[in-house]
């Protein structure tokens, strides 16, 4: 921006028993071109501090937080934010690598429309890294409760090299306007993990604000290594989750719709498909997660 002074950029990310991978993170964002940034490294609970490593690295402007206990994906990134400095707070996982141009990019939308309130970059991942995970979110289908991303799984030809605006910004990367923070809120941390992207997307939208995929930021996410792709853990979050995400964001067709379509079709071939592969503890994680959501009130913080 001509005659105004760079913003100031908050770099969020979470570490868990992951120091080596953080590390990997850290020493990537030393390549980045825009240097008005602070990173903060929101340790949840990790068996080992990792202060000491990470300090030894001398990377200029970054602290860790230690937290005592795993406050999960929502409550460390919101405990990361009440702690940042920046005019924009950019979220980002431990286990991504950034490029060069990462910032500048992502800045550059907010400069245009001030109707923006977060900008995503396109996501590929590291191990595939002409393969693309995120190049913007598709509508949600508010009668199945199911996401998918532009682009996903698709070889880069650059056939998702047009920036626009987007239904969902994602939790692996996104940067958003201290503004929206202050008004909208933070993440919603009942989610802990996953459809929290979805649900804080949507109350972003719903203040007015827009969401931008942008196709010239680039960003290399190792997927899954936090969670594992099948994990029972995985499984419990992802069922309790969507349905809160329903019961949150849909009227009484939609959610009716949707219960209908879940009891009659995700039920039980999820239920045939545990029990057929001998996975008990999935299938006992599927359960609670159904069962989660008699038991608690959908707007209660915990």
Known sequence: MPHQPLPFISIVTLNYNQTPIT??????????????????????????????????????????????????????????????????????????????????????????????????????????????????????????????????????????????????????????KREVIDKVGMFPEKFFIYYEEWDWSSRIKKAGYKIYYQATALIYHKESITMGKQSAIKVYYHTRNRILYMRRNSNVWQFLCFSLFFAFLTFPKTVLRFITSGQKEHLKSFWKGIAWNFTTSKYSPT
């Open 23 to 176: 590390i990997d993170f850290l020493k990537s964002t030393e390549l980045l071109k825009f240097r008005n940034f602070e990173t903060l490294v929101c340790d949840m609970g990790s068996n080992i501090d990792p202060t000491e490593e990470i300090n030894a690295l001398n990377i200029p402007n970054t602290r860790v937080l230690r937290s005592e206990e795993n406050l999960g994906f929502t409550g460390g990134n919101n405990w990361g934010m009440r702690q940042a400095k920046g005019d924009y707070v950019f979220i980002v996982n431990n286990d991504t690598e950034v490029t060069p141009d990462l910032l500048d990019e992502l800045l550059a939308p907010f400069y245009n429309d001030p109707t923006i309130g977060v900008t995503s970059p396109k996501i590929r991942f590291y191990h595939h890294p002409n393969v693309i995970q995120y190049a913007g979110f598709n509508e949600i289908n508010v009668f199945t409760g199911r996401a998918s991303a532009v682009g996903s799984k698709e070889e880069d030809k650059g056939q998702h090299d047009t920036s626009g605006y987007t239904h969902g910004a994602h939790g692996c990367a996104m940067l958003v």
